[in-house]
């Protein structure tokens, strides 16, 4: 009898998550002429959930440039064996990254249906559209605001099958959103520490296999330090 992934994960099986940034090279100017932007959520996302998380996850490299099509970007999360996707959604990435989730939860339903993809990033209005989840019926769930509470709380649920009270999530019910409320994040024992020092080695091979994949270098990378969580002055334009 074939076990469900959430009978494997309560017998040692580690879910696996990816995080696909899908980022763009800039034109900046000077040498080297084009640079990307590594987006740092993935890794406190990953610091969080390992202070605070039930199920431990093996955590795959992200990837970070949108440099490949939907469906190769969908046929290597299957090489991967991919049970859960994130994908953070901008202005520039978007319709790439409805395209992949479609494709994958398309592609997927044959191997299993406990498959999930999460979407974040500043771009989403689930929290906002009622009939975003009629758009998107591929999509389970959409975090809103502060993510680490929000993301750990999907892992543990899809894991274990046990749910507290939820945060900054708008859950897929049957086509209908479900929405969690806002919290801003405050944890003590998380902003006391660093998410990079804790894990250097890891972002560091994260770093290696893009250069290794991409032919970038270290002097095409800009990695983003934000001292501030959004921004306060909501301007009317603005995505973030």
Known sequence: MLLTLQEAYKKGHQMRIKFLANSILMHLGGRPDYRITVNPAYFMMKHYHTLHGKHQPKWLFQNFMASKTAQELVDSLISERVELLLLPCFVWNMDLQMEVAKLYKEQTRDISK???VVVGGPHLTAHKDPKFFEKYPF???AVYGDGEKALSNIIDYIATGERSTWVNTVENVNGKARVW???VLRDEKYWSTSPYLTQKQFIRDNLEAMYTETGLSNLHVMFALEF???CMYKCAYCDW
């Open 139 to 141: 999509i389970d769930y």
């Open 228 to 230: 501030a969580r959004g």
């Open 114 to 116: 406990d498959f999930h």
């Open 181 to 183: 409320p806002f919290e």
